[in-house]
Nanobody
Framework: VQLQASGGGLVQPGGSLRLSCAAS????????IGWFRQAPGKEREGVSG???????WFSDSVKGRFAISRDTAKNTVYLQMNSLKPEDAGVYYC??????????????WGQGTLVTVSS
């Protein structure tokens, strides 16, 4: 079982990025998957999650700006991030979720991808 996060980079405020979380060794369709981020000096926080049934969760700080989706054929979950702000910067991780409503991780993590929002 492996998750691989990618798609981070440097973007100006107001810009967009799409993060990918590709799975191997299991089928994402049957799992709830979440995105978390950690900024320097701050605790890790849940950003968004999608359940196997398609239920979606977003933190208040990203509602209306971020979207989460799943591509069954590619066994990948995406996080589309729009209108990025400097406070969105950090290392983003994907993980399986034990409980999407509490964003409780299930134990499998991707390696993290760095998002920098700066002019």
């Amino acid at each position: 079982v492996q998750l691989q996060a990618s798609g981070g980079g440097l973007v100006q405020p107001g810009g967009s990025l799409r993060l990918s979380c590709a799975a191997s060794g299991f089928t994402l369709d049957y799992w709830a998957i979440g995105w978390f981020r950690q900024a320097p000096g701050k605790e890790r926080e849940g950003v968004s999650g999608i359940s196997a049934s398609g239920y979606e969760w977003f933190s208040d700080s990203v509602k209306g700006r971020f979207a989460i989706s799943r591509d069954t054929a590619k066994n990948t979950v995406y996080l589309q991030m729009n209108s990025l702000k400097p406070e969105d910067a950090g290392v983003y991780y994907c993980a399986n979720l034990f409980d999407i409503k509490t964003m409780t991780p299930g134990g499998y993590w991707g390696q993290g991808t760095l998002v920098t929002v700066s002019s």
